[in-house]
């Protein structure tokens, strides 16, 4: 079965920048979505970014201007890149995909902490 494994969180200052990826243990490059999700304590998870089997992206208006997400379809991996990130932003971030046919797959998620 498919695995997806989150990498490159951390404890960051504000202001600073962090890239997550995504790799996948199988094949993905059918996937209809790839997504980022976050969960911070306390809260519900909430929607970060998408990007769609057709290369449309879409993303949260509290992180619009300041997070990209893309993807290698190649290596079965995509990415969140976070710039000028803000207290926040501190969560577990978690990554997705839908796939026709089948539930969806998620990361165990990686921690992001900023602060000063």
């Known amino acids: 079965q498919v695995q997806l494994v989150e990498s490159g969180g951390g404890l960051v200052r504000p202001g600073g920048s962090l890239r997550l990826s995504c790799a996948a243990s199988?094949?993905?490059?059918?996937?209809?979505?790839r997504a980022w999700y976050r969960q911070a304590p306390g809260k519900e998870r909430e929607f970060v970014a998408h990007?769609?089997?057709?290369?449309?992206?879409k993303y949260a208006d509290s992180v619009k201007g300041r997070f990209t997400i893309s993807r290698n379809v190649s290596q079965n991996t995509f990415t969140l890149e976070m710039n000028n990130l803000k207290p926040e932003d501190t969560a577990v971030y978690y990554c997705?995909?839908?796939?026709?046919?089948?539930?969806?797959?998620w990361g165990q998620g990686t921690q992001v902490t900023v602060s000063s």
């Open positions: 997705n995909v839908r796939r026709n046919f089948e539930s969806d797959l």
């Open positions: 199988g094949d993905i490059r059918s996937s209809i979505i």
């Open positions: 990007i769609t089997l057709g290369n449309s992206k």
